[in-house]
């Protein structure tokens, strides 16, 4: 036997006769500096958010959620460094659960002790792999107002997000929602991925036609091509025939990086998203190159025309040239644009629509409720949308508005972190917290979205559970109560106008348009829900058959 076996032989023996509790807080201990030696890059030093928080935060939720009397649970808590709604070993991280007044917290601490920024600086280093240096974190500390604010400017902002909204030109996607072809050429962008299938061709002798699709990548991929044009433009989409799917398969990668997990381990997704990364930043560096000639008034490379480029793109531009960053860090703090913007919104969609048509005379109730806010136009033998009243759904239809509450109730969990800048004492019941400067408070919004004291049934899909009847006027209205999916106070999601419009428009204007059936017929079968915090992803593909809807008698404008 080596003296390396006997040390371990020996070490195995003594653990054995140790009692219960010591041997749990042996084996966490272990874990923990395992996971802090195998991830080493990571710091609590710097302003960046410790590697472990995550799952530290996903450890916290489901000790809370089980019986609350556990041994892991017993030991985390008699460890936790502070009482009440604080839950977290070190200072270094806090997670606060049953805070009650985080809205308040974030919105008065803001531009004081609580920031976001260096939540954003620690992105460019796990996402992007850029290393740290002191003249990164003074471009990122410059450069963050000019960065935030025409964003918020123009999709936190009703006349902004409505504008927006018009150029992405729903009404002409929505009626070529599926190209009723099997020749790639003459298939939209959105259908590339879904495996579409032509059951029955469309003609013009008034027949209808059906498509069979995979509704998570039809949608996702639809949704994507709806917002991507409003802030970069068509350029940037119409040059990367492989944008798209490579969003998604990076999207696969982000929680791996954000938990500092190293780009070499022998993962196929680790492979493929590092991969798709690459093309991503290059795709958006030429872009950013592009940009820039356009702004200078130089010859622009390939050509290319950029007419329909968005301020948001030219000022962030502007800013980040003025604060001499490089095309490359250019390219990643765009693609965090590109990502904010798409990654939450398309899965969402996606679960959107899969509850509206799964959901027992759903359709036929909301296409009443939407009808006087979607025009349709007639020509040959079928009916398009005209135009799509984007006030007027927000401000009529409840139904609609609790649906897409109720679905972010399910298919979504935010979580809000914060970057402690100064120290600051938080009153949390009868406790007193004094939280030190260069530490982290996170906030899991999604932990009491399925609670059934809140929420009864929790796990079934009820669309009219967030309608409330209002005291003065006696009508029914979608509330948010407690729910928070766009996380709280001051910064909380700066596209969240944009982004209820968008989930209103689609889902309004592919109702009004479609039939959406399971493939094979029979009954509707929701798929498992992976993932999260943030936007879940279904555990299979749904097939699907799509067909142009049919109307009885629903007169024209
Ligand atoms: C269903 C759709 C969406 C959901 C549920 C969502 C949710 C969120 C949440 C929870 C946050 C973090 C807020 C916090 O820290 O308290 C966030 C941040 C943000 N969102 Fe959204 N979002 C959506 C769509 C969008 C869209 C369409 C845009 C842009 C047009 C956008 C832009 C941003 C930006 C720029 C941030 C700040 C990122 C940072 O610097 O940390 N979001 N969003």
């Given at each position: ?205 008034g027949e209808e ?152 005379g759903?359709v036929d109730t909301l296409r009443e409720?939407?009808a006087?806010?979607v025009?349709l136009?007639s020509?040959?033998n079928r009916k ?127 109702v009004m348009l479609w039939d ?31 067909r142009r809807r049919v109307f009885d008698g629903v007169p024209l404008e």
């Amino acid at each position: 036997m080596s003296l390396g076996d006997s040390i371990i032989q020996r070490a195995l023996i003594m653990y054995h006769k140790l009692s219960t509790v010591t041997k749990a807080t042996v084996a966490i201990s272990i874990a923990l500096i395992l996971y802090r030696l195998l991830f080493r890059h990571e710091s609590t030093r710097r302003k960046e958010l410790p590697a472990w928080g995550p799952v530290e935060m996903a450890l916290v939720m489901s000790l809370l959620d089980g019986p609350r009397n556990g041994i892991v649970y017993r030991i985390f808590f008699a460890l936790r460094r502070y009482g009440g709604s604080f839950y977290g070993i070190s200072s270094a991280n806090q997670t606060l659960i049953g805070y009650e007044d985080v809205d308040r917290l974030f919105s008065s601490q803001m531009n004081h002790a609580l920031s976001i920024e260096w939540h954003g600086y620690g992105l460019f280093l796990r996402f992007f792999g850029f290393p740290d240096t002191p003249a990164l974190r003074k471009k990122v500390e410059t450069t963050f107002k000019p960065w935030h604010s025409p964003v918020e400017r123009v999709f936190n902002n009703e006349a902004g997000a409505a504008a927006a909204f018009e150029r992405g030109n729903l009404p002409k996607m929505v009626s070529k929602f599926v190209s009723f072809s099997m020749e790639k050429e003459k298939m939209k962008r959105w259908e590339l991925r879904a495996d579409t299938k032509v059951i029955k061709p469309e003609d013009n002798s008034g027949e209808e036609g059906a498509v069979e699709a995979n509704l998570s990548a039809l949608i996702m991929d639809f949704g994507a091509c709806f917002t991507i044009p409003p802030i970069f433009g068509h350029d940037l989409l119409d040059r990367n025939p492989h944008l798209l799917e490579d969003i998604w398969k990076f999207d696969h990668v982000v929680p791996l990086l954000f938990i500092n997990m190293p780009t070499w381990v022998p993962l196929k997704v680790m492979k493929e998203g590092i991969e798709a990364r690459k093309r991503l930043l290059d795709g958006v560096e030429s872009f950013s190159r592009r940009v820039t000639q356009l702004q200078l008034g130089e010859k622009i490379d390939d050509g290319a025309d950029l007419s329909d480029v968005s301020d948001v793109v030219l000022e962030r531009n502007t800013a980040l040239k003025r604060n001499e960053w490089s095309y490359k860090e250019r390219a990643a703090s765009e693609l965090l644009v590109l990502f904010a913007s798409n990654t939450n919104t398309q899965p969402v969609l996606f679960w959107l629509v899969l509850y509206i048509y799964s959901t027992p005379g759903l359709v036929d109730t909301l296409r009443e409720e939407v009808a006087p806010f979607v025009t349709l136009t007639s020509s040959a033998n079928r009916k398009d949308i005209n135009a799509i009243d984007t006030s007027g759904l927000s401000r009529e239809c409840q139904l609609l508005k609790s649906v897409i509450l109720e679905t972010l109730r399910l298919a979504f969990g935010a979580v809000s972190t914060r970057f402690v800048k100064s120290p600051i004492t938080v009153q949390d019941g009868k406790h007193t917290h004094k939280l030190h400067p260069g530490t982290f408070l996170s906030v899991p919004h999604s932990f009491s979205q399925r609670d059934p004291s809140m929420y009864p049934d929790p796990d079934k899909f009820v669309p009219d559970r967030f309608l409330e009847t209002d005291p003065s006027s006696g009508k029914l209205v979608a509330k948010y109560g407690k729910l928070r999916p766009w996380g709280a106070g001051a910064s909380m999601c700066r596209g969240r106008l944009f982004a209820e419009k968008e989930l209103m428009a689609i889902g309004a204007a592919l109702v009004m348009l479609w039939d959406i059936s399971p493939a094979g017929g029979g009954e509707w079968k929701i798929p498992e829900m992976l993932g999260g915090p943030g936007p879940v992803k279904p555990k299979e593909e749904v097939r699907v058959v799509i067909r142009r809807r049919v109307f009885d008698g629903v007169p024209l404008e």
